[in-house]
């Protein structure tokens, strides 16, 4: 039989992995969110104008 403080021990490090696993999840969704968020931005942004083409000085046909 185990002791009371090996149990105790047992039990800190299945939450201590509870926990890393928790924020780890947590971290990743963090940064899906903030990658929607940036598309989402991106989308709503309305694209940059484009330079107005100069007329080249000489014909294209002659």
Known sequence: MSTPEEREN???KTDR???ILLV????????KTARLR???QAAS????AR???RK???PSRP
């Open 45 to 48: 942004e309305p694209p940059p």
């Open 56 to 58: 080249s000085s000489r």
């Open 24 to 31: 780890a999840e947590r971290k990743a969704r963090d940064e």
């Open 51 to 53: 330079k107005a083409r």
């Open 17 to 19: 992995e509870a926990w």
């Open 10 to 12: 047992r039990a800190a």
């Open 38 to 40: 940036a598309l989402r």
